[in-house]
């Protein structure tokens, strides 16, 4: 399994060498040159196998240069029950209304983003020990990728971690859980801008090939495959343990900021999947909403950016959203890269003679959800059920049920556990939401950020002090 660009500007590359570059050459992103399909003689056979077995059969359609077992071994360190609570690894949790949660919070930091980040902390330790080499990690959260990356490669051999935030909006329990790490290879970067400023930024130095290849540059954001790749998983374990029968189908919502996680599902789906839809749901930060309302993508300036109470998806300029566009423009590598230097010079670009093919060819739809919105999902879903709910996972309650048939299983991707967002659920039902008891003292840890002002040259300068000698 070789690996072009979005843009067609790269030679053909294995996996292990997209995992260590992040974005390719051209400024495009990786992706297969083709997508393995699953007929419903393999799923069927799947559905005894245990999370780190699925992952392990998925992953090694698109992993043909690390031995079987050696995957294996990854798979089952990244997915171990010590890791996740429980042998289950991804619960499902049943809610009222056709709807269920897909339990993807599990995880030590307690979000979803542990579900790819554990497997990174694997393999890319894997790969860095067969090359001898090391590698520096340039990434930027919105509020869970950054914990999840931290606490899956801390302590890595190989590997420092450079993270990018935006100061001042991301919740205290977030913070506290990046910030308290005292690992020498973990670096909190909090920058004075919003999270498509970090992402910009992140953009920028791995795009300045010189930079890149002297000081080791990777990327840990879901620009990098292996991270849709790890996320793919969990769709075809939702679905083998929400159907009883080839050929069913079953819906997901999912709360979409970077795009990264129903791209996932959109892999799934072309892989033979049985998915009726994929039901997007955005926060007041609506531009991929209006782009499958409209045709038109016009991402917002981080003035126009609301900070709101789904932090981590106050995303304007989602970095995923190519890949599919790839895809929607068949795979034609000048039309993608014509779309992003139209966007360059005006901002947005128009696909809107493409809009009947969202779903009917696709299965996408998309709604979006407020501060309202919210707080009244978390309170009805809590008195109907007793399940506590994050914001994210509340707009993607709102959204997934305007959206549900009759005799379809509508799985709603949960994003993180409630507790990361204290004051909203507060807020929401009147009392805080519980804090596992291994997290209580959390708050309490001194921290180690470095607070600086939103400029590239300020984080090369920074990444230059704090590596190893460069290459």
Request: net charge negative; aromatic share 8%; with cysteine.
């Amino acid at each position: 399994m070789k690996y072009r660009s979005t843009r067609g500007g790269m030679a053909p590359q294995a996996f292990s060498d997209i995992l260590l570059e992040g974005l390719a050459p051209d400024g495009g992103l990786a992706l297969p040159e083709r997508i393995p399909t699953i007929d419903a003689d393999t799923l069927e056979a799947w559905r005894a196998l245990s999370y780190a077995e699925l992952a392990a059969e998925v992953l090694g359609l698109y992993i043909d240069d690390i031995p079987r077992d050696d995957l294996l071994s990854l798979t089952r360190a990244a997915y171990d029950a010590s890791v996740f609570g429980s042998e289950q690894i991804v619960p499902l949790k049943p809610l009222n209304h056709g709807l269920t949660l897909l339990g993807l919070s599990e995880g030590p930091t307690l979000a979803f983003k542990d579900m790819a980040m554990q497997f990174l902390g694997q393999v890319f330790e894997y790969v860095l020990g067969k090359r001898d080499a090391t590698l520096n990690i340039l990434g930027a959260t919105s509020g869970d990728t950054g914990s999840a990356a931290e606490y899956a490669l801390r302590g890595k051999r190989g590997v420092n971690v450079f993270m990018l935030s935006p100061h001042g909006r991301m919740s205290g329990f977030q913070r506290a859980q990046m910030y308290s790490l005292q690992d020498r290879n973990i670096h909190n970067l909090a920058l004075k801008g919003v999270f498509d400023d970090c992402q910009d930024i992140v953009k920028a130095l791995a795009g300045d090939l010189d930079f890149k290849s002297r000081y080791q540059l990777g990327a840990v954001n879901s620009i990098n495959w292996a991270r849709i790749a790890a996320q793919v998983v969990y769709y075809f374990w939702g679905w083998l343990r929400a159907t009883s029968a080839p050929g069913q189908q079953v819906s997901f919502a999912v709360p979409s900021g970077n795009f990264g996680n129903i791209l996932s599902g959109h892999i799934a789906r072309r892989m033979g999947l049985p998915v009726r839809r994929l039901v997007l749901a955005t926060n007041e930060n609506n531009v991929l909403e209006e782009f499958f309302r409209t045709g038109i993508y016009r991402p917002r300036s981080a003035e126009q950016t609301h900070a709101t109470s789904s932090p981590s998806m106050d995303i304007s300029r989602a970095s995923n959203f190519e890949r599919f566009v790839f895809d929607l423009l068949d795979q034609d590598a000048a039309k993608v890269k014509a779309c992003w230097k139209q966007l360059d010079e005006t901002g947005a670009f128009d696909l809107s003679e493409l809009k009947p093919l969202f779903e009917s060819r696709y299965g996408f739809v998309a709604g979006t959800s407020t501060h309202a919105d919210r707080l009244a999902t978390i309170r009805q879903v809590y008195e109907e059920t007793g399940v506590l709910i994050d914001p994210h996972t509340a707009d993607g309650v709102k959204v997934g049920a305007a959206h549900v048939e009759e005799g379809i299983p509508m799985l709603v991707l949960e994003t993180a556990m409630p507790a990361k967002f204290g004051e909203t659920i507060q807020e929401a039902i009147g009392k805080p939401a519980p804090i596992p008891a291994h997290l209580r003292e959390l708050a309490e840890l001194p921290q180690r950020v470095e607070i600086m002002d939103c400029d590239a040259e300020l984080v090369r300068n920074y990444i230059k002090a704090h590596v190893a000698t460069p290459a």
